[in-house]
């Protein structure tokens, strides 16, 4: 194998390794945070169709968060929402929130709203001893 195969090979092989790897702690405090959030949000959530209310959202997207995890398949919150909280897995259709009498948005875009809040929030001091 000349260098330019080996070193496309690598460049192929390296995203998947990262995308193997186990969520770090910071990214399982945030997707549980995230899903949290959907909780408590009193909000709609639409999944092919259909209106769910917040505990039953956030039911589904344990589910699917547990089955990625399974698999390695998410090691960011980011890849969270990407693959197990914007779209249906069978139909392909968006997931929708909608909150109140507001308009409906992509989940994907209330997700990451209320990732951006998560982020922005001072970490919690250690407990003294």
Not at 2 to 20: C, E, F, I, K
Not at 47 to 66: E, F, T, V
Not at 115 to 129: F, G, Q, V
């Amino acid at each position: 194998m000349n260098r330019l195969s080996a070193a496309v090979a690598l460049s192929l092989l390296l995203p998947a390794a990262g995308a193997l790897a186990a969520p770090p702690p910071q990214a399982e405090r945030e997707i549980e945070q995230l899903i949290q959030a959907l909780a408590k949000s009193g909000c709609q959530f639409q999944r092919n169709g259909s209106w769910y209310g917040a505990d039953q959202a956030q039911a589904h997207l344990r589910k699917k968060y547990a089955y990625l995890r399974k698999r390695d398949l998410v090691a960011s919150a980011e890849q969270f929402i990407e693959r197990a909280a914007s779209q249906s897995s069978m139909s392909g259709r968006a997931y929708q929130m909608r909150c109140g009498s507001a308009a409906a948005v992509p989940s994907a875009t209330w997700l990451r709203a209320r990732l951006n809040e998560i982020r922005a929030r001072p970490a919690a001091a250690p407990a003294a001893r």
